[in-house]
């Protein structure tokens, strides 16, 4: 069974970091892409970045490029996200998901995943 869940979340202040973590299981990442999503009350899920099994090319939105950076452990069947010089607007629960079908070009799109985590709060206080 494919489960998915995701940890590390917390209240930090803007500027600083949190590392959260998705923990696999009844699958290998060896075989499935991992790619983090959000969503803040009152807004749309975003793709937040995504790591590619193929070749381990990583995708990240705009909003977090050069702040976030996402990483795997395959012995650990475990993926990363580390963020860092964060930002109110970064508030939001945080997901984890898996697909059978990825492709980079939609890596953001969330109706393409089949297998999400419970999610994990991260609150970035001024």
């Known amino acids: 069974q494919v489960q998915l869940v995701e940890s590390g979340g917390g209240l930090v202040q803007a500027g600083g970091s949190l590392r959260l973590s998705c923990a696999a299981s009844g699958f290998s990442l060896d075989h499935f892409p991992i790619s983090w999503f959000r969503q803040a009350p009152g807004k749309e899920r975003e793709g937040v970045s995504s790591?590619?099994?193929?070749?381990?090319?990583?995708y990240y939105a705009d909003s977090v490029k050069g702040r976030f950076t996402i990483s795997r452990d395959k012995a650990k069947n475990q993926v990363y996200l580390q963020m860092d010089s964060l930002k109110p607007e970064d508030t939001a629960v945080y997901y984890c998901?898996?697909?059978?079908?990825?492709?980079?070009?939609?890596?953001?799109?969330?109706?393409?995943?089949?297998?999400w985590g419970p999610g994990t709060q991260v609150t970035v206080t001024v």
């Open positions: 998901a898996t697909a059978h079908v990825w492709y980079p070009s939609t890596w953001y799109s969330g109706k393409n995943y089949d297998y």
């Open positions: 790591i590619s099994t193929v070749d381990g090319n990583t």
